[in-house]
């Protein structure tokens, strides 16, 4: 004989996440999602000079891309949203441009990749100021996320810069 047992289970827990704070932190899964996809896509296929050294630089991206997909993921379960990273919805809402389903030459995938990387900050830093305002711990995550991602833009975007004469020009302080 089975028996079922009725859930009595009830939590309390001392924060949950408004609405708005889960489709902000949604958005942000699916550009990072993206953002790891795009990175893989790019390693497969880049092509030309510098090719090994991106080649590897793209796996860098990739695998900070992927972790901080988890972190945001598990930071919306632990505020009790659901995180939905299904090809389906990440193909229909990113805010990332498409990347090319063929070879791309080196400096190209340096522009499409920075692009993506910086579209990933931008989209946190857009929903940064309502995230602060309804849980700074969560926003804590945003501030990790923007560092790492906007190094990482930095890092690859300087393969196409020419000193002194790209844009935006930098400010000395």
């Given at each position: 004989m089975t028996q079922t047992m009725a859930n009595t289970h009830?939590?309390?827990?001392?924060f949950?996440?408004?609405?708005?704070?889960a489709n902000h932190l949604q958005q942000l899964l699916v550009d990072l999602s993206e953002l790891s996809l795009q990175g893989?896509?790019?390693?497969?296929?880049?092509?030309?000079?510098?090719?090994?050294?991106?080649?590897?630089q793209l796996d860098e991206i990739v695998d900070a891309a992927r972790d901080f997909t988890d972190e945001v993921a598990e930071r919306m379960?632990?505020?009790?949203?659901?995180?939905d990273a299904r090809a389906t919805t990440i193909a229909e809402a990113t805010t990332l441009a498409p990347f090319p389903a063929r070879e791309v030459d080196s400096a190209t995938t340096v522009d499409l990749i920075a692009a993506a990387l910086y579209a990933v900050?931008?989209?946190?830093?857009r929903i940064h100021d309502?995230?602060?305002?309804?849980?700074?711990?969560?926003?804590?995550?945003?501030?990790?996320?923007?560092?790492?991602?906007?190094q990482l833009a930095w890092m690859v975007d300087a393969e196409n810069r020419i000193a002194n004469q790209s844009?935006?020009?930098q400010v000395n302080a």
């Open positions: 009830t939590a309390h827990p001392p949950t996440a408004s609405e708005q704070l893989k896509q790019a390693h497969w296929n880049v092509v030309g000079r510098n090719f090994r050294d991106l080649h590897l379960r632990a505020v009790y949203v659901t995180p900050s931008g989209t946190a830093r309502d995230v602060d305002a309804e849980d700074p711990t969560t926003a804590d995550l945003l501030h990790a996320i923007i560092t790492r991602i906007e844009v935006p020009a």
